[in-house]
């Protein structure tokens, strides 16, 4: 498999909890390296464009408040197959769906308040990371 990054969220739950450190040790344990990372408080017109892929699903403004609820840990992910297996260790967006272990089934509180986001495809990893990291940000 080949050696790609993926994107990461810790969501504003889980840095309001203080498990970042926790979240990162799952994706260290797993292979994957930290690259890029960043604390931010994500603006309204940041987290609209972010998730305007969901802007006309029912959520999509209660999405928008709960990630500028509270600060975000944005973040790149490095290691093989790194998209996939950042999905596994994150575990199913539903924690109730999710398997023991994973980061979801441990420390999320609803289906929204799941502590954690990651990109689905290489494509929009590659998308989501220029988003908040410029090239130069993210070191090996």
């Known amino acids: 498999m080949a050696i790609e990054r993926t994107f990461s969220i810790i969501k504003p739950d889980a840095t309001r909890r203080n ?3 926790k979240i990162n ?3 260290e ?9 960043r604390r931010i ?16 699903r029912p959520f999509y403004g209660d999405l928008v408040k709960f990630m500028t609820s509270g600060p975000v840990v944005v973040q790149v992910l490095e ?3 790194a998209v996939l297996k ?3 260790i994150m575990g199913a967006t539903n ?3 999710a398997a023991a272990g994973t980061i979801r089934k441990e420390f999320a509180e609803s289906i929204e308040a799941n502590s954690v ?13 220029a988003y908040f990291f410029a090239g130069t940000d993210i070191v090996s």
């Open 41 to 56: 408080q994500m603006s309204e017109a940041q987290a609209k464009k972010f998730y305007e892929v969901h802007a006309a």
């Open 25 to 27: 040790a799952k994706f």
């Open 19 to 21: 498990l970042t450190g």
């Open 29 to 37: 344990e797993a292979g994957l390296k930290i690259v890029a990372q």
């Open 95 to 97: 924690p109730a769906n």
């Open 86 to 88: 950042n999905r596994d």
């Open 117 to 129: 986001h990651g990109s689905d495809s290489p494509e929009n990893a590659a998308i989501e990371i």
């Open 79 to 81: 290691g093989e197959g």
